[in-house]
């Protein structure tokens, strides 16, 4: 004998559950970003290399709402993951560790990289960014070719 139940009125079994539509998840896994900098640091960023980067964007015709920055402290981001979480068009790369994307990427620097449809640039860390202006016009020279500006 199969135990069965006989519901009369199923259109009404759920009728006080609520129901959303359009609802828009703001999940990191979600976020699309034209450019994602990364920045390679053991501490949080400094009110100083936050301007100086956002000057450098702003140089390049991007708006603040353009790119998301990540602190980074060890090698923990793959390009997957990077793909998968934030969508980008461009990754800048603010490090001294050609492997910051991994042991078998090797990143040059100042030189755009295409991997799976994204840009990658890589450019010395933020800080030594203040203290060696050649470096900073390295930059500015691959930011230029980059964004065609």
């Known amino acids: 004998m199969v135990n069965s139940l006989s519901i009369q009125n199923p259109s009404q079994l759920f009728a006080s559950q609520k129901v959303f539509s359009g609802i828009e998840l703001n999940t990191p896994f979600q976020q699309k970003v034209k450019v994602l900098v990364l920045h390679q640091t053991n501490e949080q960023t400094t009110s100083q290399d936050l ?3 956002h000057k450098i964007l702003a140089a390049a015709k991007l ?3 353009d790119f998301t920055l990540q602190n980074l402290d060890t090698d923990t981001l793959s390009l997957q993951q990077i793909t998968a979480q934030f969508q980008p068009e461009v990754v800048l790369i603010f490090s001294n560790l050609k ?9 040059p620097l100042y030189e755009t990289v295409s991997l799976q449809g994204i840009k990658i640039l890589r450019s010395a860390p933020l800080q030594m960014l203040h203290t060696k202006p050649e470096y900073k016009k390295q930059l500015w020279n691959a930011l230029q070719a980059l964004f065609n500006v």
């Open 99 to 107: 492997y910051t994307l991994g042991k078998n990427l090797q990143l």
């Open 51 to 53: 301007d100086l980067l």
């Open 63 to 65: 708006q603040p709402n």
